[in-house]
């Protein structure tokens, strides 16, 4: 088994920032990444209010170079999925769908993944019509007519994105107003070929080999009615990614890992960052300070174990 300083779970932002830090103090850092670099950042459209890029970056652009800049320091990546974690001695050891590795310093960045609705047919339409993902897919929906379901900032920014591509869309909303920043409402109530379905759910999509449809119903009045379609983009939200994390650390009610003000989880070397985190408020930018401030609390206690070691040795 590889043996490491730090072993960071998670290539979102804060796991590539933790990774720059926690490398450039030459600890020995390995970033274990389940998919692609750059985590849920990679997938969206265009960040723009990132400092330093006031015309915007691409999501794909940015997740690159974080991977690049952690790589420069030597921040060894592999793109594993860890399945469980758990401490031997001194030491975490980290199972993964490819093998196993150790570390004296666990930092969490796993973020968390997208929600489904959970409706009939949607597992077996999704890649056929239903998608989480307008920068993958937005391309296969030219001149088409298409629902996107949510009224956060994915929703209206992944459908003004997807305005490109699509004849019409409209924003199908479970309440009258929307949870999106007032920017994106605005860019979207201006933008003619998007429309509002409020107070509504989808109950069911519809369709054999594709999409053909969706069943909406209204939620003050009860009523459905099926509804024709194209295409169905979902953006509810996300749960926490901790599924391996289990009886590992202590969770928020909603399954957030809990942390002190230090971003010390419960257990001791231990830390986490991002979307992972409970209380985090979910910026690439505060990812990526909450990534620099776990790196920093890693290194210091490394150097209270080594401290610890050395005045043992010393003494004995
Ligand atoms: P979100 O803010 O949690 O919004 C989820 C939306 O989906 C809400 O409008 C919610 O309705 C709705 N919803 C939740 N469960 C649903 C269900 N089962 N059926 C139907 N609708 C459901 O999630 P998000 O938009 O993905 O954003 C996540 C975080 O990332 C936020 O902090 C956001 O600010 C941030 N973000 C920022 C940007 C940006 O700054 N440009 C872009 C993307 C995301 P209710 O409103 O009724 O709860």
New binding site residues.
């Given amino acids: 088994m590889d043996s490491y300083d730090v072993l960071i779970i998670g290539g979102g932002g804060a796991g590539f920032t933790a990774a720059i830090y926690t490398s450039r103090a030459k600890l020995k850092t390995l970033l274990l990444e389940k998919l692609t670099p750059g985590g ?1 950042i990679a997938l ?1 459209d265009v ?3 990132y400092p330093g890029f006031p015309e915007g970056v691409t999501g794909a652009d940015i997740s690159q170079r974080m991977e690049e800049q952690a790589k420069k320091y030597g921040t060894q990546i592999g793109y594993e999925e860890v399945t469980s974690i758990a401490k031997k001695g001194e030491r975490f050891e980290a199972a993964t769908n490819k093998g196993s590795h150790s570390a004296k310093a666990v930092i969490l960045a796993a973020g968390a993944s ?2 489904t ?2 409706v009939p047919r949607e597992k077996e339409l999704t890649g056929r019509g239903v998608s989480y993902c307008a920068t993958c897919d937005g391309a296969f929906f030219k001149g088409k007519n298409i629902i996107v ?10 459908g003004l994105f997807l305005t490109r591509f699509v004849n019409h869309l409209d924003v ?4 009258d ?5 007032p920017i ?1 409402q605005e860019r979207a109530r201006e933008n003619s070929k998007i429309g509002f379905i409020w107070d509504t ?2 109950t069911a999509i519809e369709g054999d080999q594709k999409v053909k449809g969706v069943r909406l119903k209204n939620v003050k009045t009860g009523k459905e009615r099926p509804y024709p379609t194209d295409g169905v983009f979902v ?4 749960d926490p990614s901790t599924g391996f994390l289990k009886n590992f650390v202590a969770f928020d009610d909603k399954g957030y890992v809990k942390t002190d003000e230090r971003l010390r989880t419960s257990v001791l070397g231990v830390f986490a960052a991002g ?1 992972v985190r409970s209380g985090a ?4 930018v505060s990812a990526c300070g909450e990534g620099c401030e776990a790196a920093l609390e890693a290194q210091a206690y490394l150097e209270q174990l080594e401290l610890a070691a050395h005045t043992k040795g010393g003494g004995g």
């Fill in positions: 849920q969206t960040v723009e209010n997208f929600r609705l959970g379901i949510g009224g956060g900032d994915s929703a209206l920014q992944e199908v909303h479970r309440r107003q929307l949870r999106a920043s994106l759910v989808v953006f509810i939200g996300h979307e408020v979910k910026q690439l």
